[in-house]
DNA sequence: TCCATATATTCCCGTTGACAAATATAGCAC
DNA sequence: GTGCTATATTTGTCAACGGGAATATATGGA
């Protein structure tokens, strides 16, 4: 098997999972932290840290340690065929009524909302956005 | 979980392994009949039938009946942001060295080739194509 | 009917992954 | 140091999945 089919392999598993995909929806507004993701889409903290923790060893989030918070991104994509198949992602999660209701309360909690869907970069925002400090 | 949100878990599901990519990259060039995948892929040829049931259950892909022979096809997309997830994938799988030598094999067996990238309706092709009759 | 071929299914086994609950780690404030 | 908060990991259990091997089913032909 090789580099390619490996890498389109390992993307579809960690997309195979409904919770990652409302995660990942949750991430096409920017930074998240994990305080946000637990409380957005109301699952237990040791829930959504797995899921983030299977989606940083697939690649596709990074993360950054602010104090006591960890804020997850998406990942740059270095592949561009595997950048097409997120942006398709991205424009069918924005379909599910599930997912509408999980930004709603992210938007609530944080004030940040999905960027305009033509921008496929991730979007790096800096400023802390949980709401429990 | 709504029905936008299962209906992409499914499809992820069924487009994690790699197997079933290798088949479903096959299947871009129009109707294949089980042997030609075992033969094409080199598999046992239980491995094709499950994989390709697999596939079946999850609404990806239908079968026509052929006397002895059972012709597996691209499903017609319902859904089109799903169609354009596929579409995303078909791309990305022509990168792969593994699905390249894949299709070379298949192009002997039965002379077909995958369509132009931009087709992204299945093709229905009625013709036999097995070689071992 | 009997045989051959194409396809599907079953059995067994090992691995992965999802979940809840509990526990552990890391950083900050005091 | 002690506490407090945010996050991560472990534990145990369970279901789903993948593989090979063997077997079953279905169709067509002599």
Not at 22 to 29: G, N, Q, S, V
Not at 63 to 86: F, M, Q
Request: charged letters at 30%.
């Amino acid at each position: 098997m090789d580099k390619q089919l490996t890498a389109l392999e390992t993307v579809f598993k960690a997309l195979a999972d409904s919770t990652r995909l409302r995660i990942l929806a949750l991430l096409t507004t920017g930074e998240v932290c994990v305080c946000n993701v637990h409380d957005t889409l109301r699952i237990p903290q040791p829930k959504a840290s797995r899921h983030l923790a299977y989606l940083r060893r697939a690649g596709l989030v990074e993360t950054r340690r602010d104090g006591l918070w960890i804020h997850y991104r998406l990942a740059k994509r270095s592949n561009p065929v595997v950048a097409a198949v997120e942006e398709a992602v991205r424009e069918a999660l924005a379909e599910s009524p599930a997912i509408r209701r999980d930004l709603e309360r992210l938007k609530k909690q944080t004030g940040c909302e999905p960027a305009a869907p033509d921008n496929t970069l991730p979007i790096i925002q800096l400023t802390a956005r949980h709401t429990r400090a």
